[in-house]
């Protein structure tokens, strides 16, 4: 087949998770070209992994000091120069589009009348999860906006639990690896959208445990128990393999490979972010982490003084999504889901189905 593969660039979790199934999907015999957009592409880490690729500019968002700020993205939208793109875009000859919420290839495959699929946690809202609390707006909010931003045909969704629905385990990359002795003072730290020198004099007021920080800088600096380093992948993933708790905003891929080795996880959402906000009660309902609106230092302590989970060790639910997609019985997707989670021996401590 000659399939178009969407990869949305404005989130790490969707080029991990986008780089595993293209480079399968390529090794089964398939003709994949992708099609990048929410920023340059230079910037991404590990671009090499899509190429071929067209590159568009898509959609972003603005986040900062821990909120989205929403009339700045707003601001940023090009919504004339998007379908421009889209009504440009030369689809003659592709069987099949595959996007994880890329919203220009989703577009694409709706113009051209084109067999489509949409892989991603985002598409675990279409239907409504047995959430705690108010959460019916901000899932109704979420689960419409998926089919707007990226209308497709099939919707394949990933989360914690499948919540009785078609839902998947979480896809987790190869490389993601744990190491043999963990070190349970380290905490690493992944909270790009908080401001630095608050968030430092946070955590050297507990000496007792040491902190990797990362944040988009070009040069690492120590401040007593704090190394703030640059994005890189394979430093993060060292980092990631022997820290003893994970401290993220309540995304999904981050989350998901610290669940998977065992890792203790504390999430803060970003405000204004429903995914996030919804992420959070998910977290709540499963017992599966704790979740912090604001970060203070009691909260980081008794987070830090709890007993560690046990590691999920999810299977490999990208090879299976790389294999159904290529047997081409895309309406078959019940089998899928009951393979994948009668791999995954965990229950959880409430009922969620």
Known sequence: MRILYGVQGTGHGHLVRSAAIVRQLRELGHDVHCLISGRDPETFWGVEHFAPYTALRGFTGTVRKGGVRLFESIARLRIRRFFRDVAAFDASGIDLVVTDYEPASGWIARRNKLPSIGLGHLYSFRRRLPLPGVTRPAQFLVGSFAGLYTPVQRAIGLHWHHFGHANLPPTISSEVRASERVDDRKVLVYLPGEDEEEAIALFRSLPQHRFVFYRPVDEPREAGNVLVRPHDRREFLADLADAGSVMANAGFTLPSEALHLGR????????????????????????????????????????LDSEPPVAMNYPDVTHHLARWISGGDWDRIDRLVEQTWNEVEWRPSHDAA
Not at 269 to 298: C, M, W, Y
Request: proline letters at 8%; glycine letters at 8%; aromatic letters at 4%.
């Open 264 to 303: 203790r996880l504390l999430v803060k959402p970003i405000r204004s972010h429903p995914e996030q906000f919804l992420n959070g009660r998910a977290l709540r309902l499963l017992g599966l982490g704790k979740v912090a609106d604001r970060l203070t230092a009691p909260v980081l302590e008794r987070w």
